[in-house]
Antibody, heavy 120, light 107 residues
Framework: EVQLVESGGGLVQPGGSLRLSCAAS????????MSWVRQAPGKGLEWVST???????YYADSVKDRFTISRDNSENTFYLQLSGLRAEDTAVYYC??????????????WGQGTLVTVSS | ETVLTQSPATLSLSPGERATLSCRASQSVSTYLAWYQQKPGQAPRLLIY???NRATGIPARFSGSGSGTDFTLSISSLEPEDFAVYFC?????????FGQGTKVEIK
């Protein structure tokens, strides 16, 4: 059974930093592209970032140069480093497993999400 | 960027009725379109990928169709657990994008 468990969310001040983690199990982690998708309160879904199995990173324009995606294949864990946080980054952040190894796949499995709140 | 527009915003139906949801893309995405279901407080769940393929474990009452710019998600006979928000998502053009969602509510 595929499981994705996010952690690391919380309350942070504008301009602050946070690192989100996603622990994966039940599939060959090193062969899968992994993504972060966020959802602001009461809003729709927004793609944030994807890391392919080959290690290529992609970012939405709204987070480029502020967020960094990474993975540790030895620990089956996936990360999103958030910095320069703004109020508009407030959202539930979901990690999602892609259907394949490249960035150009649909999101097959999702974690339960972790809430990031940016407020003073 | 490809913009996905879903209609209607809200669909009010009774259990047993047929639901038809629409997703229109601002440019062709070929058949690279997916549908997700999201219930309150839960993560999205993949229903349909590449326009017409049901994901693992998805009941046959869910079906998808379309290509290019116009896509449809159909639910043949609504079950109580189908009342939720549905999002479409394209992977045909970079960056990936979601529609704004259609809420299927009980009439």
């Amino acid at each position: 059974e595929v499981q994705l468990v996010e952690s690391g969310g919380g309350l942070v001040q504008p301009g602050g930093s946070l690192r989100l983690s996603c622990a994966a199990s039940g599939f060959t982690f090193s062969s899968s592209a992994m993504s972060w998708v966020r959802q602001a309160p009461g809003k729709g879904l927004e793609w944030v970032s994807t890391l392919s199995a080959a290690g290529n990173a992609y970012y939405a324009d709204s987070v480029k140069d502020r967020f960094t995606i990474s993975r540790d294949n030895s620990e089956n864990t996936f990360y999103l480093q958030l910095s320069g946080l703004r109020a508009e980054d407030t959202a539930v952040y979901y990690c999602a497993k892609a259907q394949g190894s490249s960035a150009r796949y649909h999101f097959e499995y999702w974690g339960q999400g972790t809430l990031v709140t940016v407020s003073s | 960027e490809t913009v996905l527009t879903q209609s209607p915003a809200t669909l009010s139906l009774s259990p047993g009725e047929r639901a038809t949801l629409s997703c229109r893309a601002s440019q062709s995405v070929s058949t690279y379109l997916a549908w997700y279901q999201q219930k309150p407080g839960q993560a999205p769940r993949l229903l349909i990928y590449d326009a017409s393929n049901r994901a693992t474990g998805i009941p046959a009452r869910f079906s998808g169709s379309g290509s290019g710019t116009d896509f449809t998600l159909s639910i043949s006979s609504l079950e109580p657990e189908d009342f939720a928000v549905y999002f479409c998502q394209q992977r045909g053009n970079w960056p990936p994008a979601f529609g704004q969602g259609t809420k299927v509510e009980i009439k």
